[in-house]
C-alpha cells in the first residue's frame, strides 16, 4: 500500500465525491439505499452541509447551516464545480434515529447522537450498557462503510463515466434549490 | 465526547499484524506495562499511559474488566503540566538575580542561563499538577477494527506510538483511499484502477 500521508493528499477527492454522489443518492435513490442498507427506513440531509471549491490557488468554502436552510447555495456551489467536504445526516431505523456529521476527508463519524440507552448507576450497569452503545455505533459505521463500498464500485466501474456521472450532472444541473 | 458521551467522534484504525499466544493476555500485560503513571510529583511535563473507561484515575487491568463481549474497551491517557510564561518569566528573573548575587558578577553566560532555566522549569512541574485528557478506545478485534473517541490530531499521534509499543501491532489509519485498499472484494485490476484514479467533474460543463 501506498505511503498514508501521500495517499492521505493524493485521494483528498474520492470522499468529496463520495459525499456528492450520497447527496444526490439520497435525493434520487431511496431504494437504492435501503438495498444497501435493508434496515435502514430513511437517510436524509441533516442541518449543516460543506462544500469546497478548490482551484489552482485557494479553497473557497460554502457552509449551509441551520434546520430551515436552503439547499440553493449548495446546489449553486455544486455547478461552479464545488464537492461536498462535510454534511450531517439522519439515519432512521425502526423508530429509531441516528444524527452524525461526516468529512470526506476521512469518512469519520463524528457529532453522533445514537438512540438514547440505559443509564449506568452501577459498575455492574457497564458492561451491558458498552454492548449496546457499542451496537448503535456500530450501525453508523456499518452504514458508512457500506455507503462507500457501493460508491467505490461504480466509481471503478466503466459505467461511472457512461451513466452514473452524467446522471448526476444532469441533478446538478437541473435541480431547483 | 467519550465512548459513553451523548456526542461522540470517532477516529478509525485498521490493526494490522499478529499477535504470539492469546491476545486477551497480550492486550492485558501491554495495558498493565504502558499504563498511565502519576506524575504530580516529578519533574516531568508529559505522561502518556492506557487507563480504565469507568476508572479513569485509579487504573487497574487484573480484573480483565477492560474485555466486553467480543471487543476491549480502554482509554488513552494524557497528562500534561502547563506553567504559564508569565509564571515562568517570574521565577526565571528571581533566579538570575539570587545567581549574580550568589557570583558577584551582574552577568550570567549563555549555559548558566540554559541551566536556570530548566532548573526553573524542574522546579515548577513539581509544584504544578498535571492536567489529565482521557480519549475512550474501542478495540473490535474479530473486525481488526479500532476507535478512537477523538478527532485530535495529537491523540491519534500518541494512540499510534503507544500502541505499537504495547501490543507490538500497528494501526492503519482509515479514510476514503485507506477503506478502498482493504476492501475484501477490491481485484487487482480493480486495484490498479484505484490507484490510477483522478478527479471527476461533477458540474456540467457548458455545452455537454
Known amino acids: ?177 | 465526547m467519550g465512548f459513553f458521551s451523548s456526542s461522540a467522534a470517532i477516529s478509525r484504525y485498521r490493526v494490522e499484524g499478529q499477535t504470539d499466544g492469546s491476545l486477551l493476555e497480550t492486550v492485558r500485560e501491554g495495558l498493565k506495562r504502558y499504563a498511565i503513571r502519576d506524575i504530580d510529583q516529578q519533574a516531568e511535563e508529559r505522561a502518556i499511559g492506557w487507563t480504565c473507561v469507568d476508572r479513569p484515575y485509579a487504573p487497574s487491568f487484573e480484573d480483565g474488566n477492560f474485555a466486553i463481549a467480543d471487543f476491549f474497551l480502554f482509554a488513552l491517557r494524557i497528562d500534561k503540566k502547563t506553567i504559564p510564561a508569565k509564571v515562568i518569566q517570574k521565577h526565571l528573573a528571581e533566579a538570575s538575580v539570587k545567581r549574580k548575587a550568589e557570583t558577584g558578577r551582574d552577568f550570567l553566560s549563555r549555559s548558566e542561563k540554559k541551566m536556570l532555566k530548566e532548573h526553573v522549569l524542574n522546579v515548577l512541574a513539581l509544584r504544578i499538577p498535571a492536567a489529565p485528557s482521557v480519549h475512550d478506545i474501542l478495540w473490535a478485534y474479530p473486525e481488526n477494527e479500532l476507535w478512537l473517541f477523538s478527532t485530535q490530531k495529537a491523540v491519534g499521534e500518541a494512540l499510534e506510538s503507544l500502541f505499537a509499543k504495547s501490543f507490538n501491532l500497528s494501526l492503519v489509519r482509515l479514510f476514503p483511499y485507506t477503506m478502498a485498499a482493504f476492501h475484501p472484494g477490491l481485484t487487482d485490476a480493480r486495484r490498479d484502477l484505484l490507484n490510477k484514479l483522478t478527479p471527476s467533474s461533477f458540474a456540467k460543463r457548458d455545452g455537454s
Request: hydrophobic content about 40%; proline content about 3%; glycine content about 6%.
Open chain 1, 1 to 177: 500500500m501506498m505511503d498514508i500521508a501521500y495517499a492521505l493528499k493524493r485521494f483528498d477527492f474520492l470522499g468529496k465525491e463520495f459525499l456528492t454522489w450520497l447527496w444526490y443518492a439520497v435525493e434520487n435513490q431511496p431504494d437504492t439505499l435501503r438495498r444497501i442498507d435493508p434496515e435502514m427506513a430513511a437517510l436524509e440531509i441533516g442541518n449543516r452541509l460543506v462544500l469546497h471549491n478548490k482551484n489552482q490557488q485557494s479553497t473557497e468554502t460554502v457552509t449551509i447551516r441551520g434546520d430551515s436552510a436552503g439547499m440553493e447555495e449548495g446546489i449553486l456551489a455544486l455547478r461552479k464545480g464545488a464537492l461536498v467536504a462535510e454534511m450531517s445526516l439522519i439515519y432512521r431505523s425502526g423508530n429509531e434515529s441516528w444524527h452524525f456529521s461526516i468529512k470526506g476527508e476521512t469518512l469519520d463519524p463524528s457529532s453522533v447522537k445514537t438512540p438514547k440507552t440505559g443509564r449506568v448507576e452501577t459498575s455492574e450497569d457497564i458492561e451491558g450498557a458498552a454492548i449496546e452503545k457499542y451496537h448503535l455505533y456500530r450501525r453508523v459505521t456499518d452504514l458508512v462503510q457500506s455507503l462507500f463500498s457501493h460508491f467505490l464500485e461504480q466509481r471503478l466501474d466503466p459505467r461511472w463515466q457512461s451513466a452514473v456521472l452524467p446522471a448526476i450532472q444532469v441533478w446538478i444541473s437541473t435541480k431547483e434549490g
